[in-house]
């Protein structure tokens, strides 16, 4: 076979990928039919396809590449680590400096007294480590019965079996199963689901179904809740204020572990190092992925509490690890893309510069036909789009299919917008500058009328 390179035809590309590449989250039938998008290069805020196609990256990848693109510094280190010590494993009593390094550099960051990081290849990975470690601890505590694990619709907590089945996601629950002692409650969606309540009473309500659970299942069967800091792949749902501090109550009047999934909220994404610092919130375990390398090599963890480490640490070995845990070339990309996020001061940047700026550009697209409530924490934000602002009113049509449209607008307006259902999501590099805000901005309200422009077309929606 001929070398495949970026200067091969488009098509000639794309229909070796179709004949030969399974794509996650895919129906790869139609997708082969209809050829995948292919990216060559990036570069700050911006990807290329093969096209030419100078696109305005608004998802960072995949909530990951925090940093930008094309940060030749974190090659360097890749190479030179490569050169050193390519490979070295950390199970039987051995270490290497990457790994030492990066952990010491995330007990500094991380907050209270989570001082401790087992090290994964990815989010996901991180999550089956929390679920053995929470019933290991209590395992340990001499209270084996305590197992169960409580999460949230919707919420997202990665694809493996153990990760997939602690997010609430039925079409993932439906590939292949879950796994035993995993509960799920409601989520905080005001919006979709808070009827006449007004958003702080929906918010205290929704964290109260964490206590009903608890007490129909008994306090003495609960290992730990889990949840992330603001709700991610479900759409960018951002919690009413009170949600947050009623569950640590909660947790805390019932010695239930907590667990914050700060896989995307971590590494700057809120205008903190963390989204449980921008939340309020006191977890016992962080699970941490995507922007801890950028995204720049695959690496994620579990950072936990001197309480949980010092169990987990004390009745012979925990009995989990991964090949790759703590992969020393990951592990020197991921404290060089940290240094890079604090000597920039890019989290300065996101809370004092991007945020509000985007904050209110954000705000004005609430005047578009389209558009209900518009949502921004930090650097993630969500926009509802709707037929009946004032109802708060779903589309007529099956759920995600307007989005899914806007979202192909957004497309060819070379802006990346995701679509979750009928919200619109964004989570740009943190580098992203004012005058590239105005650039995001301007495609996304180009791509809004062209959705409504078409709806109307088709008489799913009346002008206004
Ligand atoms: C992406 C994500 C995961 C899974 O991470 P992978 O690296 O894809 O396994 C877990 N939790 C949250 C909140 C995520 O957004």
């Known amino acids: 076979m001929n070398k495949i390179t970026n200067h091969m035809p488009t098509a000639e590309l794309q229909a070796l990928d179709a004949a030969h590449h399974m794509h996650p989250f895919t129906e790869n039938a139609a997708l082969a039919r209809k050829g995948a998008r292919i990216m060559v290069r990036g570069e700050g805020v911006f990807v290329t396809d093969t096209e030419g196609h100078k696109i305005l990256d608004g998802m960072a990848g995949l909530w990951c590449v925090n940093i930008g693109y094309g940060r030749t510094e974190l090659g360097d280190v890749a190479k030179r680590q490569m050169d050193e010590l390519a490979y070295y494993n950390t199970f039987f009593q051995t270490s290497h400096v990457p790994a030492i390094a990066l952990a010491a550099k995330l ?64 079409p993932i629950w439906a590939t292949g199963g879950m796994i035993d002692g995993i ?36 306090a003495d069967k609960v290992a730990a809740f889990i949840g992330e800091p603001i709700q991610g792949a479900g759409g960018v749902i951002v919690p009413p204020s009170t949600y947050w501090p009623e569950i640590q109550r909660i947790v805390d009047k019932y010695g239930i572990l907590l667990i914050a999934d700060e896989v995307i909220t971590g590494f700057g994404r ?71 996020i604090e000597e920039e001061g890019m989290i300065e940047h996101v809370r004092d510069v991007a945020h509000p700026y985007l904050a209110t550009r954000w705000q004005e697209l609430t005047d578009h036909p389209l558009v209900g409530e518009a949502k921004l924490v930090g650097l993630m934000g969500s926009i509802a789009l709707t037929p009946d602002k004032a109802k708060r009113a779903k589309f007529a049509l099956e759920t995600g299919t307007v989005g899914y449209r806007c979202r192909e607008r957004c497309f060819a307006n070379n802006l990346i917008m995701r679509h979750v259902g009928d919200r619109m999501i964004i989570s740009p590099p943190l580098v992203i500058k004012p005058e590239e805000i105005d650039v995001l901005i301007e495609r996304a309200r180009k791509s809004l009328d062209e959705t409504h422009k078409a709806l109307v077309a088709d008489g799913m929606m009346v002008a206004g």
């Open 270 to 340: 809120t205008g903190n190092w963390f989204g449980s610092q921008t939340l309020g919130i006191r977890p016992d375990i962080m699970t941490i992925a995507k922007g801890l390398s950028s995204g720049y090599q695959p690496i994620g963890g579990s950072i936990m509490s001197d309480g949980v480490a010092e169990v987990l640490g004390s009745h012979g070995d925990f009995n989990h690890g991964y090949t790759y845990s703590g992969h020393p070339v990951a592990a020197a990309v991921a404290l060089e893309n940290l240094r890079i």
């Open 107 to 170: 007990a500094e960051l991380a907050p209270g007294n989570l001082n401790h990081v087992f090290f994964a290849g990815s989010g996901s990975e991180a999550n089956d480590t929390n679920i053995r470690a929470v019933r290991r601890y209590w395992d340990i505590k001499g209270q084996p019965e305590k197992r169960v694990i409580i999460a949230r619709k919707n919420g997202y907590h990665g694809s493996t079996m153990g990760g997939g089945s602690l997010g609430g996601m039925s």
């Open 183 to 218: 509960e799920h409650i409601g989520e905080p969606n005001w919006w979709a689901q808070g009827g006449d309540m007004t958003p702080e009473e929906f918010g205290l309500m929704r964290a109260r179904e964490l206590e009903t659970k608890i007490l129909e299942l008994g």
